[in-house]
């Protein structure tokens, strides 16, 4: 703790000789304001005259590692120096305890339908997901077969619902479709920008589209800041606005991208080519259920050939060839050759 301002050098200083720890939240806003940033870490971890390394600690969500290729490219660089932490799934115990103290009494009887339903009990290891779990337990409507789209979905709903609640939106212009057309626009362009957040301008624009065309300027200015402002999102920093749930946003993303390869797969190879999607998000997940269950694979082997010359998207469409199908030699005449 410090009470007064120090001089950069001597911070440098400080934690090079053990006398300060460097403690980081919100790694995104820092990026934007310095595209110096991770240079000037990579100094620090290397700087001459140091008694011991930097001690430096970066609280980030996990899907920057993936988004944002100057922090991707750091942490390839200086693996010497950097140790990555990741938050562990939560076990029986974690889970028997937050029911407990939601439930009390009848966190029994919750605990023994996701020992019943697999897919559940995976799904309650993430806190956002067993939140959700133990609210349509408490309301008698906790189905064994819930699939994470449709938890999603439901999360979705409550959250504009209770906005409707709240009278932070007024349902005689806006309905849950008007929702939900902004939120996925909006989760759109974030993934176009590289999931830096989307500018407040950009969200103005498109909650004005989202509403009727009848309005009058005045209303029409009310009623864009109710969508703007809704719990879905947060401060996202220098005049931008983020999802609150991160989940929730790649979760519009799966289901938009969806959409594209069933009405024209031919411009999904273009969409794909954005940016490389981890195989643990929520957004390849339905991807690839939707090509299963919709026996695509096929089709997703023929774009395959189309994106030869597109790395990122043959690197995305490969791995949906792999999680949508069962068979061992599905790859079997795929063209691999100068490919990365």
């Not at 939120?183 to 989202?210: C, H, K, M, T």
Request: charged residues 25%.
């Amino acid at each position: 703790d410090m009470v007064r301002t120090i001089d950069p050098r001597v911070f440098e200083w400080m934690l090079g000789h053990g006398f300060a720890v460097w403690m980081l939240d919100g790694l995104d806003e820092v990026i934007d304001r310095d595209p110096e940033f991770f240079n000037y870490l990579e100094d620090l971890l290397t700087m001459p005259g140091m008694d011991v390394s930097p001690r430096i600690v970066i609280c980030v969500r996990d899907s920057l590692l993936a988004t944002n290729p100057a922090f991707h490219e750091f942490s390839e660089e200086c693996q010497e120096y950097l140790n990555i932490y990741r938050l562990e799934p939560w076990l029986e115990e974690s889970r028997s305890e937050y029911a407990r103290r939601r439930l009390r009494e009848r966190s029994g009887n919750f605990l023994q339908v996701l020992r019943g339903a697999p897919v559940l009990q995976g799904l309650a290891g993430t806190p956002y997901y067993c939140q959700l779990l133990v609210t349509q337990f408490e309301l008698d409507q906790l189905r064994p077969d819930y699939s994470e789209a449709e938890l999603l979905q439901l999360a979705m709903e409550d959250i504009v619902r209770r906005e409707f609640r709240k009278r932070v939106l007024d349902e005689k212009v806006i309905t849950e479709g008007v929702v939900t057309d902004f939120a996925e626009a909006l989760a759109l362009v974030d993934f176009e920008n590289g999931f830096r957040g989307v500018p407040i301008d950009d969200a103005n624009y498109w909650a004005q589209l989202s509403l009727p065309a009848t309005l009058n300027p005045e209303d029409r200015e009310k009623y864009q800041d109710q969508l703007t402002k809704m719990a879905l999102f947060s401060y996202g920093g220098l005049g931008h606005i983020r999802f609150a749930q991160e989940v929730l946003e790649l979760y519009l993303v799966g289901q938009w991208l969806s959409r594209v390869f069933d009405r024209s797969p031919e411009m999904i190879v273009a969409k794909l080519a954005t940016m490389q999607l981890p195989q643990d998000w929520i957004a390849t997940r339905i991807m690839a259920h939707n090509i299963r269950i919709r026996n695509r694979v096929g089709v997703v082997k023929d774009l395959l050939y189309q994106a030869q010359h597109r790395p990122v998207a043959f690197k995305n469409l490969l791995q949906l060839l792999v999680m949508a199908s069962d068979s061992p030699d599905v790859l079997r005449g795929i063209g691999l050759e100068r490919q990365d």
